[in-house]
C-alpha cells in the first residue's frame, strides 16, 4: 500500500506559477514510477508528467518547456513546478504512484488559472 499526499493547487493568474507536491507513504526509492495527473471537467485524466526511479522525465507536450516534475529523496516528495499558467491548465491534479505493480492515487488538488 501506498499513501499519497498532495499540497500546493490553488487559484492563480494566467502566467502565474505554482508547485505542487506530493509525499507518498513508502521510499520514493522504492517507487519505480510518480507521476501527476489531470483532469478537467467533461474530460478524461490525462498524464502531465511522470517521473521514474531512474529519473526518466516525460512530459505532455501542452505542458513541456512550462512543467517540471523533479524528486527530492531528502524530503521523500515529488514535485510539479508549474510555470506560464494558462486557463487551460485549470483542472483536478492527482498524484499517481506505480509500487510493486500497483498503482495509488492522491485524493487530487485543485488547480484554477484565471484568465
Known amino acids: 500500500q501506498v499513501q499519497l499526499v498532495e499540497s500546493g493547487g490553488g487559484l492563480v493568474q494566467s502566467g502565474g506559477s505554482l508547485r505542487l507536491s506530493c509525499a507518498p507513504s513508502?521510499?520514493?526509492?522504492?517507487?519505480?514510477?510518480m507521476g501527476w495527473y489531470r483532469q478537467a471537467p467533461g474530460k478524461e485524466r490525462e498524464l502531465v508528467a511522470g517521473?521514474?526511479?531512474?529519473?526518466?522525465?516525460n512530459y505532455a507536450d501542452s505542458v513541456k518547456g512550462r512543467f517540471t516534475i523533479s524528486r527530492d529523496t531528502a524530503k521523500n516528495t515529488v514535485f510539479l513546478q508549474m510555470n506560464s499558467l494558462k486557463a487551460e491548465d485549470t483542472a483536478v491534479y492527482h498524484c499517481n504512484a506505480l509500487y510493486l505493480r500497483n498503482t495509488y492515487w492522491g485524493q487530487g488538488t485543485q488547480v484554477t488559472v484565471s484568465s
Open positions: 513508502r521510499t520514493i526509492a522504492s517507487i519505480s514510477f
Open positions: 517521473i521514474t526511479r531512474g529519473d526518466y522525465t
